[in-house]
């Protein structure tokens, strides 16, 4: 991983850990409310990956806050959760409820949200007239377009599981955390495949006029898309 990929991966690990913390102990003072507020500044202030002027990249308030703190929202909710309701009705002398066996895997979907915050904030394409300069959290790579075999849709979404539980969530009063995953959204984007059996997803999301001048460039240059029913 690139050393600003890192920052970000790191950063939103500071600022989760900070925010967990903070929603678990909400009812202590000003302790909890304190740590969330800390949290929600880093979220702020965390800066993207620098790129060249010529570069294209997502909107940072679509692509990278709004899955922030919607991450940060339900990842902290479902860990918090058996906190709040204490363990005495949970049979546990632990003062966790035992539903954290339910709602502590659940909080994987906020985390994915979180990662995809950070590589919408490390990621940018730069088009050249001989091949394509690509960065994401990961790596940096120029992408020659003899060497992209094919554009297929991509699409990906929260487990199917957590928007099953959207309706349980607001039945229970928790509407926070039931609106939030009825707002999650799929990404949807392209996945270049590369000749050499690697795959790259450019996603659409805060980038779609971008996406659209990518496509019809990769269009001129021959490359061949497939339909959305052809996705493999």
Request: net charge positive.
């Amino acid at each position: 991983m690139i050393n600003q990929g890192l920052i970000q991966y790191l950063g939103r690990a500071v600022s989760l850990t900070l925010f967990v913390t903070g929603l678990v102990h909400i009812r202590s003072g000003l302790f909890g409310p304190v740590l969330v507020t800390v949290a929600l500044i880093i979220i702020w202030l965390l800066p993207t990956m620098p790129r060249p002027q010529d570069a294209l990249a997502p909107h940072r308030l679509p692509a990278v806050i709004g899955p922030d703190l919607l991450g940060h929202l339900l990842t902290g909710f479902f860990i918090a959760l058996p906190f709040w309701a204490g363990g005495d009705a949970g049979f546990s002398r632990s003062g966790i409820h035992v539903m954290a066996i339910i709602t502590w895997p659940m909080a994987i979907g906020g985390l994915m949200l979180v990662a995809v915050a950070a590589e919408n904030a490390s990621r940018w394409v730069r088009i050249e007239d001989e091949a394509l300069e690509v960065a994401t959290a990961w790596r940096r790579q120029r992408i020659r377009y003899p060497d992209i075999a094919r554009i297929e849709p991509w699409r990906r979404g929260l487990p199917r599981v957590l928007r099953v539980l959207a309706p349980l969530l607001a039945a229970s009063g928790h509407l926070t955390a039931a609106g939030g995953l009825m707002l999650a959204r799929d990404s949807t984007g392209v996945c270049l495949k590369l000749t050499d059996g690697r795959s790259i997803v450019i996603q659409r999301e805060a980038f779609e006029k971008p996406l659209r001048r990518l496509l019809h460039v990769l269009k001129k240059k021959g490359v061949p898309m497939a339909a959305e029913g052809e996705q493999t």
